[in-house]
């Protein structure tokens, strides 16, 4: 390191090229043996480039605070329409690894996504009481387009973890814009359903009296009323259920967003436990992009278990993805009729957003 490095004005310029990142670094800070504090994690400690789109909503907030504390995570890129200077501003002041810079309308976007790792997705319209979460397609679906086709352009390899409702035709408008950009990999489009696990565990531990960490349901299909699935059968630990039990809980898990949804009474939907379940899933992905090895989570992806080109079951994470889907398991019957149940319903889903692209 150049003897002035730690220099008093040497300090001042490296914090104000944090300050604003989109400065580049100065030449002779370059000379000074001075490193922009974004590539600091890039050494010995594993980091990657995450962004946040929609970084400035309900859960866009608190799951962006949650990324800032994963020590996985060099680099943090929030972006949205409205709020991002502010956001990031409170943000950036955590004294934690990732350095944070905040990207804010359409012309931003390009410098948002440029270099991502992995891309998460929490923007669109959240649901009112009375609405279906298909009733937000129309305003999502093109916000997910676009947002795609700078992914596309820009961050081509990054993952993607897909969050804004109805996913079950989001993920499907995603395939389709990568599709026609020739970027489509299968493997890196991943709708995040962990929310559902999330519930699917709380509610489960709660009905055995025992600790939710220690409880791990498997819930497949889709995201949305009976599309979401819980493998009841497939609890770990192994336990059973009286019939009114799984009736309960089935029943409880599938319309565990209008629950939150009626109780914010038109205050939006799920945003903390979203928050909490998509910093989760960012997490595995991220440990799996590292190659660490044995890193199950379920989530909505391109499938052949079932007929139907999109389906949810737990898949396992590694550096490309979801390098592996893996099949539904044994089932009873009541879980048969829900998954007959359930393909149809997202048959029509997956249609309407393979459509979209095609009008
Ligand atoms: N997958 C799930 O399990 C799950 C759970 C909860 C909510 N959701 C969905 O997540 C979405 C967001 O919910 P929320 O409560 O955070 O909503 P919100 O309204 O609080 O926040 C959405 C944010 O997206 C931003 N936005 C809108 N258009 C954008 C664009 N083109 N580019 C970037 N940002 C844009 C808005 O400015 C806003 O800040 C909703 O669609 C909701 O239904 C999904
Ligand atoms: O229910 C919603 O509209 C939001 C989300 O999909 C949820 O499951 O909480």
Known sequence: MHPDATSPSHRIARVAAHLNPLTPPRPQMEEAGLRPVACRAKGAAPGFKVAVLGAAGGIGQSLSLLMKMNPLVSVLHLYDVVNTPGVTADVSHMDTTAVVRGFLGQQQLEA??????????????????????DDLFNKNAGI???LC??????????????????VNSTVPVAAEVFKR???YCPKRLLGVTTLDVARANTFVAEVLGVDPRDVSVPVVGGHAGVTILPLLSQVSPPCSF???????????????????????????SATLSMA??????????????????????????????????????KV????????????????????????????????????????????
């Open 181 to 183: 950009a020739g970027t």
């Open 112 to 133: 948002a996504l440029t270099g991502m790792d992995l891309v998460i997705i929490p923007a669109g319209l959240p649901r009112k009481p009375g609405m279906t979460r």
């Open 242 to 268: 009286t019939a009114d039990e799984i009736s309960y809980l089935t029943n409880r898990i599938q319309n565990g967003g209008t629950e939150v949804v009626e109780a914010k009474a038109g205050a939006g």
């Open 316 to 359: 396992r994470l590694g550096r490309g993805g979801a390098e592996e889907i893996l099949p539904l398991g044994p089932l009873n019957d009541f879980e048969r009729a829900g998954l007959e149940m359930a393909k149809k319903e997202l048959a029509e889903s997956i249609q309407k957003g393979v459509a979209f692209m095609n009008k």
């Open 276 to 313: 909490f379940a998509a910093a989760k899933f960012a997490d595995a992905c991220l440990r799996g992009m590292r190659g660490d090895a044995g890193i199950v989570e379920c989530s909505y992806v391109a499938s052949e278990v079932t007929e139907l080109p999109f389906f949810a079951t």
């Open 144 to 146: 997910v387009r676009s």
């Open 149 to 166: 086709e700078g992914i596309a352009k820009c961050c081509p390899n990054a993952i993607v973890n897909l969050i804004s409702n109805p």
